[in-house]
């Protein structure tokens, strides 16, 4: 089951008591010499995805643990991953754990560094109509099985009548387990942000590349 927040409908909190729930909050990176606009919007954003997670506690159930893509260590080092990679949502992880949330592992660096090194591969580009099919192929196979840890690991660290918060990018492909109710929290500035980016193609790349580097400041902080 997956709701965005704002088709909630003060729903009945007896509802969920007995079920394992999860935030679904999509990451968003900025960088040093982003455009101001975009800056802007994406503060936007962060503070709605902070009121949006507020609200849901206050309906649902408050946060008892907390995924974030790229991290594979859990408690405080992973704290301390989260604040080089995201800066943002780790303001908003750090309250939760000071209110007696846990940072989990959800990644395995190695499946995690390998799907990075087959998407470098394929946004170079290929001459050769074969030799792309198969990088293609490569990463495909790679970021299934990435994918099944994330839900394996969220699986067995998640209890019943547990709620989790999960930062992951957009276009993830996790399929989340049977019996954990999902919960997208998507605020009305993400539309906003998506238009921006849709007008501006070339600042669109400019982001897949900062999140590029975002996981290399990951590597060489683990």
């Not at 395995?108 to 580009?125: I, K, N, S």
Request: with cysteine; glycine share 4%.
């Amino acid at each position: 089951m997956s709701e965005e927040l704002g088709k909630i409908e003060k729903p009945e909190t007896n509802q969920f008591k007995d079920k394992r729930k999860l935030y679904l909050v999509p990451l968003l990176y900025s960088w040093e010499d982003a455009p101001e606009e975009y800056s802007k919007k994406l503060e936007l954003y962060w503070q709605q995805v902070n009121e949006h997670i507020a609200n849901l506690e206050l309906q649902i159930g408050t946060i008892n643990r907390i995924y974030h893509e790229s991290i594979c260590v859990a408690g405080d080092e992973g704290m301390e991953i989260i604040e080089k990679i995201s800066p943002s949502s780790c303001r908003i992880a750090r309250e939760k754990c000071e209110k007696g949330a846990r940072v989990e592992a959800v990644e395995d660096m190695e499946l995690t560094d390998e799907c990075l090194d087959w998407e470098r591969h394929l946004m170079m580009g290929f001459i050769n109509r074969k030799v792309a099919d198969m990088v293609s192929g490569f990463y495909v196979e790679a970021a299934k099985k990435r994918y099944e840890y994330i839900a394996i690991k969220i699986d067995e660290t998640l209890k019943e009548k547990e709620t989790a918060l999960f930062f992951i990018r957009e276009g993830h492909r996790v399929q989340f387990p049977t019996g954990i109710e999902v919960f997208s929290v998507a605020p009305p500035a993400l539309d906003g942000i998506h238009r921006w980016l849709r007008e501006h193609s070339s600042a669109n790349e400019t982001i897949e590349d900062k999140e590029e580097n975002a996981e290399e400041d990951k590597k060489d902080a683990s």
